[in-house]
Structure formats: C-alpha cells, structure tokens
C-alpha cells in the first residue's frame, strides 16, 4: 500500500529507531508499560505529532500513511504501536473540544500524548465557569506517559443525570492535565502488557467548560482541526485500532520465517523449512494477513476520498470501516495460531518471540471496538435492525 511523501519520511524515521524500540520491548513487559527510551525515541522521531494538525506544529498525515506507519511501530513492538495508536485516537478527540483547548493541549506541544478511556461515565456537577468531575476509568492505555488524559462523565443535577429531549443521560467528554490524574496499579494481564492500560481517576477536581465537552454527533469541525483526516471523527481511529494486530501477525510470520531455517523440529530428519504442514502453514498465514490488511487499507482509503473532498462519512463507510477492523483483528489473532502451530515447542519457550505474539494478538481481540461482538453490530444494521453500537451515530 503506497503512502503520501510524508507517510515515507516517516516510516523511515521508524526505521531508523527500529533497534531502540525493539531493545525495549521485553523492558515494556515486565514493567508493564513503555520504556522512557522508546517513548522518547518515538518523540524524537515525532511520531506522536504525526496526526496533530500542521497549524499546531503537527505533521498532519493522511489517514492510510498513518495507519502503516502504526503497523511498522507494531511489527516493531504491539505495546509500542498500540500506545502510539492510542495518543493519535486522542489528537482526533480533540476535535469535539473548542478550538482554544486544542491549542492548549497542542500549540507549542506539538509531541502531547494524549491518553485515557471514555467507559464508564463519571459524574460531572455543574459549578460556576465548568463541574466538579469524579470518575475512574479503566484501560487508559498510555497513561504513565501522557500529558493529557480524557475520560467520560454525565451531567448531574443534584441526585439525578440530565437528560437529553429523548430522554437519554447528557454524557460529556472531559480533558485535563497529567497532574490532575491518579495512576491506579491495575494492568496485570495475559497479553499486551507493555501498554500500561492501568485505571486512572480523578477526585471532585474542576473542569472548566472549555475541557468538557457533549459527547454527540459532530456538525462542524474547530478551527485548527478542520482537516480531512478529523472529518473521519471517531473512525480514523477505529481504523487504526486494526494496525497493532496487522503489524502482530507481520511480526510472528517473518519470525516463523527465519525459524525455519534453523530448526530441525525433534524426531526428524528435515528442517522446518522443507516439511509441508509448516509450508502449508506459513502460505495460509501470509493470505489472511494480506486479505485483512488489503479490506482495512480499502475501506479507509474510500473514507479518506470522501472526507478529502470537504464530507463526512456515510453510514455504509463506517460499517465498512467496523467490519474491516473487527475482521482484521480476528484474522490477525489466525495467523498467530497457524505460526504457533507451525514452530512447535518453539512456540511456547518465552526466550522465543512466539509465545508474546500469541498472548498480545489474543488480547487485542477483546477491544470493544475490534471484538466479533461489532460483527453482530453490524449484522443488525444489515438486516434492517436498530444496532446496538452508538458510535455508527459519531
């Protein structure tokens, strides 16, 4: 899949800091969260800027050019690819905010990371100039790193939530400073532990109006972030979302790959190379791999004509867009079993790269936004059914 000039440059800048990422990674599991010096070599390289819009320093990227290049940070590192992932989901959350937050956050800062979890709602009190905002959210993948983190909260007037005309609670979008926030220890986990998904909370601290925000379908797009890549609102970063499995299962085919050359599995004569259940196994792995990732790039590059061309997207784009993620994920989770399978005892020995591969592909199959459940969404709406997924509406 090509890239724009700058998606190029870019991906050679990953290039460039391959070793350090890679060196970190086992630092990053047993930590449970990034290094400093991979984060920091990801600043240096100014990947976390990559989606900022050019106005607030940013490099501005297209939607398909930022995809690969977290689809390399991944078949570098799942934990590094998917934090990255995350902070440029959060640079697209700031377009529900006014235009002055997003400078805040960005202006001069170009390389903020912005982190957090929008589930469950917290509670906002209204107070004079914004609320007084207590909640907990968990799964903030990134935290430990962050500047900025955002999280959810419905409006309550007195013991009850306002409500909407239909009835349904107001929910708003909160930001607010690193330093505001409380780290809770909780990410111990199967796979993906490098990310540092821990809870964060805050405790009765004021947010002003400019930082919250209604969390609702958007109309119109502030200043600085009226760009294609934020008219895909919500959807740029559920594409994304596909990128850490892709680049995953990369990563666990090209290890399979060089095992075969190498190993001569035991009771046997030929190397895993020559015999033809690891052949058939590597062939099937790299069609999944390639039919998944040419459905995501697909369906992202027909949502970045439209939003080029000054539009939002179309309900038939997004469901396109769910169901290129939720497939992609779990044929990513596919082509980890068939290398699993095809390496043998290779597969379950920890100084080898495979069992991670298996463990983090599996994680990532649990993303609300990426689970078979979206399949099932998505079903409904093609059986003319009202969906159970909100986020269509976004």
């Known amino acids: ?24 990674a086992a630092n990053a599991e047993r930590g449970r969260q990034l290094s400093k010096p991979a984060v920091q070599a990801m600043i240096d390289a100014g990947l ?71 589930t469950p709602p917290g509670r906002a009190v209204p107070v004079e100039g914004g609320y007084r905002v207590t909640g907990r959210w968990p799964f903030a993948s990134g935290c430990n790193h962050a500047s900025w983190l955002v999280g959810s909260a419905m409006i309550f007037d007195g013991e009850e939530p306002r409500r909407e005309e239909n009835g349904n609670p107001i929910q708003l979008m909160v930001a607010f400073p690193k330093d505001e926030v ?36 958007l109309t119109e797009l502030p200043k600085a972030f009226d760009r294609p890549l934020f008219r895909m609102t919500i959807w740029f970063i559920v594409g994304a ?19 075969g050359t190498k190993k001569t599995p035991n009771y046997t004569r030929s190397p895993l190379a020559e015999r033809p259940v690891a052949q058939m196994q590597a062939a099937r792995a790299e069609a999944l791999l390639g039919a998944a990732r040419a459905y995501l790039y697909e369906t992202v590059s027909d949502g970045w004509d439209t939003v080029s061309q000054g539009r939002f ?72 059914l009202e969906t159970d997924w909100p986020f269509f509406a976004m």
């Open 48 to 118: 976390y800027r990559m989606c900022v819009p050019q106005v607030l320093g940013g490099l501005e990227m297209d939607a398909v050019g930022a995809i690969r290049v977290l689809e390399e940070v991944s078949r570098l590192d799942s934990a590094a690819g998917w934090n990255l992932m995350i902070s440029q989901g959060g640079v697209s959350l700031c377009t529900w905010f006014p235009d002055e937050t997003g400078r805040e956050i960005f202006a001069g800062h170009p390389d903020a990371i912005v982190a957090g979890a929008l």
């Open 182 to 217: 409380t780290i809770l220890d909780t990410w111990h986990t199967v796979g993906m532990r490098g990310t540092g998904s821990h809870d964060i909370t805050i405790q009765d601290a004021f947010v002003a109006h400019s930082r919250a925000v209604q969390l609702a379908p």
């Open 1 to 24: 899949m090509a890239t724009t000039v700058a998606g190029t440059s870019v991906l050679e800048r990953v290039r460039a800091i391959a070793p350090i990422i890679q060196a970190n």
């Open 313 to 384: 997207l179309t309900e038939k784009q997004k469901i396109a867009i769910q169901l290129a993620v939720s497939h992609a994920t779990s044929s990513a989770a596919d082509v980890v079993d068939l290398v699993h399978q095809a390496a043998g005892t290779s597969a379950i020995r920890e100084e080898q790269p495979f069992e991670r591969y298996f463990r983090d592909a599996h994680t990532m199959t649990q993303h609300a936004f990426g689970s078979a459940s979206r399949f099932e969404s998505v079903g409904k709406l093609m059986f003319g």
């Open 241 to 259: 979302l596909a990128a850490p499995s892709l680049g995953t299962a990369r990563a666990a085919i090209d290890a399979l790959l060089e095992l």
